[in-house]
């Protein structure tokens, strides 16, 4: 199964969802998206496959969107992806793609869904919440 992530490694979730799939024994590919960027037609295929908006795919905290004037309603989409080519942290991460779909994987337990095997426990979110338990269980 090929598994690919659009990661920031300065990001708690996307750290753990990246240490998540690896321990299930996927090797995936992982993007480094504020180093490669964007393109317009990447972003609109993975906002379709992953069932988001531009809007409900905005980082809106710890990013330039509110100085951008980007959480105003009234910005259009065509305004928000224009903004995430030129800023590529505005766009919240990580985004995981697997043969079992793409998604926006906050919180970080939604990458379970998309892989074929659970990791072995123990396993914590990144906030130090059990996810996995000893005996290889799901918890929540």
Known sequence: MTVVIHHNPDCG??????????????????????D?????????????????????????????????????????????????LTHPILVNRPIVCSPKGVRLCRPSETVLDLLD??????MMKEDGTLLIDAEGNRVG
């Open 13 to 34: 979730t996307s750290r753990n969802v990246l240490a998540i799939i690896e321990a299930a024994g996927e090797v995936p590919v992982v993007i480094p998206y504020l």
């Open 36 to 84: 490669t960027g964007w393109t317009r037609p990447q972003l609109l295929a993975l906002f379709a496959a992953a069932g988001l908006t531009p809007r409900t795919a905005l980082r809106t905290t710890k990013s330039p969107a509110a100085d951008l004037g980007l959480l105003d309603p009234s910005v259009d989409d065509d305004v928000l992806l224009d903004a995430m």
């Open 117 to 122: 095997r659970l990791p072995p426990g123990p």
